[in-house]
């Protein structure tokens, strides 16, 4: 069962909400996040990348840097730009992108369940990475950006939240790159304990993204259960901010791939070994490019052309990973052929989120690749199916869209 609690919200004021709201802070590099910064010290961004407040050669590390993150956040609570709930409440955030709508109920979710693996991962994570989102959450003494979570859709959680959405929105705005978002605000306590019993029927609740910042949250969260031996379990930090989403309404996007070279082949080589292993359609030229329209079908982008590959029956498996179509790409072709043996590591790929379009995949190859995949999208039901048999997909399987935006809500770890 799912441990899924309301919690004392830290939030932007009405007036502030669209400059405060920002994109993750792992979808920039430093220069990007620097940018991006300039002209808008409310961007929330200046908190969850505080090195952009410093020169360049300042080590991004450094502790000044964590202490400034408290700073920026507490500072802006005592102004007034961020403003407290006096009760324990869940919100409803809901996301229009392209007229197509995503709604999820943001919580606080138990580092009990994540432990225990009620929620489950699918991903690896980087020690690099979770050590700065543990020292920042520890500085900040507060979760500031939610972990995005999927669960099987439940029709008594979405009565509810379809209830709390006939009410006016806290939030109501349009950000930058054209996605709408609106809050509501769950307060009524029969509502609350609804869901919570709903949840608490659900055997399984998965990560859709967001895995470093979850297991930080958990790291920090075990931490100060030993900072304070005689915990009961009910204080905050027992619990990290999570926005929650049925499955039936997330989109996956492709994860597309470009390599720098062919592995000495020359083209024409190439080529036969792709028609050994899949069977081939050229279909246009640059510009003409088509996305595959279904799994077990890729797109290739090679020396102007592309071509529709689609992979054969008899070299699928029933696995849940080896069956994925990027785990096929990389074990029939990347690594056999291109002599990619680990793309985590291999400085000769590169990845290319879908919502970047074909077009940035002839770009690459124009700029400095020989050859580009299109992948199909990876759906939800293969990310439970690889979660729930405890295994790991393959780095850069999935690409969520839109991305929740940091800085709507804050979750104080002491009620600072």
Partial sequence: MANIKPFFCIRPCREKVNQIAALPYDVYNRKEAKQAVEGNPDSFLNIDRPETQFPEETDMYADMVYQKAHDLLWGMVAD??????????????????????????????????????????????????????IRHVDACNAQTGPIFLAYRSHEAINQVVNQVKQQDPLYDFVSEDGIRHRVFRMDEES?????????????????????????SAVKVGLMRREQNPGYTGEEEFNDFLSVLFPDDQLMIMDYNRVVKDLNGLEQESFLQEMKKRFD???????GEGQKPSQKGTFSMYLDGNWYLCTIKTADIPSDPVKSLDVSLLQNLLLEPVLGIHDPKTDARIDFVGGIRGLEELERRVAMDCKVAFAMYPTDISELFAVADAGLLMPPKSTWFEPKLRSGLFIHALDGE
């Fill in 280 to 286: 081939i359609v050229e279909i246009g030229k640059k």
């Fill in 80 to 133: 007034g730009r961020f403003v407290k709930e006096e009760k324990r409440c869940f919100f409803i955030y809901e996301l229009t992108m392209n007229g197509r709508t995503q709604t999820g109920i943001a919580a606080c979710a138990s580092i009990d369940d994540y432990e225990s693996k009620v929620i489950k991962k699918h991903e690896n994570t980087r020690a690099d990475k979770e050590k700065d989102r």
């Fill in 191 to 215: 509502q609350i304990q609804e869901v919570q019993r709903a949840f608490a029927q659900i055997q399984e609740i998965y990560i859709a993204d967001g895995h470093h910042r979850a297991a």
